[in-house]
């Protein structure tokens, strides 16, 4: 069966509809996934039967190998192998020193954040001020000067 034929068409929905069906409203999915594994090998089988084998080979080595994988991760376990204990204590260690300095970069950084904006606010101030007194800056209705007197009233720059 190839992906464009109107085998295809028919065997792709039906297939899809009866795995959703399994597996949603009859909560079976170990039926759902034989089922899977059934349409999948007649898929592959429906257009030349030779590969049929072919996927079948590919699949016992497949799971020979997880098997041997599992059994090797087991018997590491009962030995207590795999990680060292003290690469895991290193580990933590590090990772708590990271998160420190973290913390103390974001902390400095906002300090340097905050004293850039002081200053800024500041110059800009002292600008608009001087622009009051030299007469650049109308008193009336500009939203500039209400800017200024408000950052003079509840300034800190004092």
């Not at 974001?106 to 009051?132: P, S, W």
């Amino acid at each position: 069966m190839v992906f464009n034929s109107w085998q295809f068409l028919v065997f792709f929905p039906v297939v899809t509809v009866l795995y959703f069906i399994l597996t949603m409203k009859l909560h079976q999915p170990p039926r759902s996934q034989v089922f899977l594994l059934i349409a999948s090998l007649f898929f592959y089988g429906y257009w030349n039967p030779w590969y049929l084998g072919l996927i079948l080979f590919s699949v016992l080595i497949t799971w020979v190998g997880a098997l041997l994988i599992e059994k090797i991760e087991k018997i590491e376990a009962r030995k207590g192998g795999g990680i060292p204990q003290e690469d895991i204590q290193k580990n933590n260690e590090l990772r708590k020193e990271a998160n420190r300095l973290g913390k103390q970069y974001n902390r400095k950084k906002a300090k340097y954040d905050a004293g850039r904006f002081k200053t800024l606010a500041k110059l800009y101030a002292e600008e608009a001020e001087q622009q009051v007194v030299n007469g650049d800056l109308l008193t009336e209705g500009k939203p500039e000067l209400k800017l200024v007197k408000s950052v003079k009233k509840y300034s800190l720059f004092k």
